[in-house]
Every structure is written in structure tokens, then in C-alpha cells.
């Protein structure tokens, strides 16, 4: 089951499968349920037409996002590289407990095909792509989507204290292009791409696998939920696999595409 969300000539309104569910449908009242209730309940929910109108991101403006950062040995070396204060990724990347950090609020997330940006002042951007777990206000993972989390390695580099500046800014993170409903065991060994394209070129690929994580998804989304509460649930993107080249930045007008799965995520940057 797939929900995505749409912008209609009545206002935003949810889809399940391709078809629309009822207006009076939220994310956050699903959101609200136990893990073992959401799939009956989207299954006896009915529906109407073919979802046909523009995607919105597959959020509310009242949920937030947060991030993981150092689950995968290539992004705990990339951050090594940039770094100018010596091997702190290092440990956090065998500490104990995971870095996590707050990159936006659902209102300000970027939604499939609309323009993500680099910060103009910084040098150096990369997109990171990350599954993105959905959660419900039990701290129970309900399923997934693609997301991008747009950073200034140039800024974090310098000072990891100006990581708030570096990961959360306007444009900096998009999800989509839908949230598939998937018991956590499903997660385990999703594919992840990443594609680059400029100017007609692709100038970066990359692929790579969940199962290349360091730490359990049930382990992140613990730490989230261990003294925060989200009644409405909550989005924790995993951490990032695929890290562009050193030297390599994003451009203006290039096309960032996420697969988490069978999910594909597209942006251009601004």
C-alpha cells in the first residue's frame, strides 16, 4: 500500500493506491493508530477517482522531520575528509548512542518535482539520499519513504556546532514521492540509488543497500522517541550511503534522483 498526498482544486487530499481516499482523511489521525491497526483501517477505508493532481510531499504541516547521521561507514568516512576538528564522526559512528539532529518542520519540505536549494553561502553541497521511516506516536516504524537530505559539507566541515546551519535551511529537504506502508522487516535490504544529472549528463551514480547500516532502524527510531513525544507521528531520515566525490558540489538547475526501493524521488536544484 502506498499513500501519496495531492494538491487539488479543493485542497490537499491523501491517496491510497492511485485512488482518493475520503477529504476528511489525515495522515495524523492514521498516524495516531498501533502499528497492527493501520492497514485494516486504510483497507476499509473507501475510494474515489484516480489521483491524477500534482504531488504534494507526503507530509503535514503539524509532523516534523529529523535525521540520523554516521549509520553507514561511507558517510562516517566522507565526514572524516570534510571535517577540520579531527575524528569525532569517528566515535559517534561506534558510540552507543546515535547522532540525531532536527531538519524540518512538515510544512517546509520540498515535495517531488519542486526546486531544492544550496545555501549561497557555502562552497561545497551535496543531496543525500536516506530512508525515511514513518512513525507512528507509539515509536512504532509503519513504513517508509525516499528522502533527500541537502547538505553543506563546507559549513559542517568548518564546525561540527554549525550543523543546524549546514543541514536545516530553506530547501534543504524533500520526500516522496509517497509513503508505502511496510512492517520493518521489509526494510532490512532496500537498494538506494543516486543519479545526478546536469545539463543533459549524468554526472554522478551510486548504489547501495540498507543493509549496509550500522544500526537497527528500531534502534534510531527508539533514541527519537526516548524523551520526545509526537502525537501526530513523526519522519527520521536513516542516514546517507552514497556520498558524491570530494570536490564535487551541486550547480544550479541539477537534477537529484532518490530510489529508495520503488520509490523515486526527483528535484531540481533552484
Known amino acids: 500500500m502506498i499513500l501519496t498526498h495531492h494538491h487539488t482544486a479543493h485542497g490537499p487530499r491523501w491517496a491510497l493506491d492511485g485512488a482518493y481516499l475520503p477529504p476528511s482523511f489525515h495522515l495524523g489521525l492514521l498516524l495516531e493508530l498501533p502499528r497492527e491497526a493501520i492497514a485494516p483501517f486504510l483497507q476499509a477505508l473507501p475510494t474515489e477517482g484516480r489521483a491524477t493532481d500534482a504531488l504534494l510531499a507526503p507530509i503535514e504541516a503539524t ?51 519542486g526546486a531544492i536549494r544550496v545555501r549561497p553561502d557555502s562552497t561545497w553541497d551535496v543531496p543525500e539520499p536516506e530512508l525515511t521511516l514513518v512513525i507512528n506516536r507509539y515509536g512504532e516504524i509503519v513504513g517508509y519513504c525516499a528522502g533527500n537530505d541537502v547538505s553543506s559539507r563546507s ?14 535551511y530553506n530547501g534543504s529537504c524533500a520526500l516522496g514521492p509517497g509513503i508505502e506502508i511496510a512492517p520493518v522487516e521489509a526494510l532490512r535490504e532496500i537498494p538506494i540509488r543516486l543519479e545526478i544529472v546536469r545539463h543533459g549528463e549524468t554526472v554522478y551514480t551510486g548504489a547501495a543497500n540498507t543493509s549496509q547500516m550500522k544500526r537497527s532502524f528500531e534502534e534510531l527510531a527508539a533514541y527519537l522517541f526516548r524523551e520526545l513525544d509526537f502525537p501526530h507521528g513523526a519522519f527520521l531520515m536513516t542516514g546517507t550511503c552514497l556520498v558524491p566525490p570530494d570536490g564535487f558540489t551541486l550547480e544550479s538547475s541539477d537534477v537529484v534522483t532518490i530510489t529508495v526501493g520503488q520509490l523515486v524521488l526527483e528535484n531540481r536544484v533552484q
Do not use: H
Open 63 to 113: 509532523q516534523e522531520v529529523w535525521a540520523a547521521g554516521v549509520t553507514y561507514l561511507r558517510s562516517r568516512d566522507a565526514r572524516e575528509a570534510e571535517s577540520q576538528v579531527g575524528d569525532i564522526y569517528g566515535r559517534v559512528y561506534v558510540a552507543e548512542r546515535p547522532e540525531l539532529f532536527f531538519k524540518a518542520a512538515g510544512w517546509r519540505v520540498i515535495a517531488p518535482g
Open 155 to 168: 559549513i559542517e566541515g568548518e564546525n561540527p556546532l554549525y550543523l543546524p546551519q549546514a543541514k536545516v
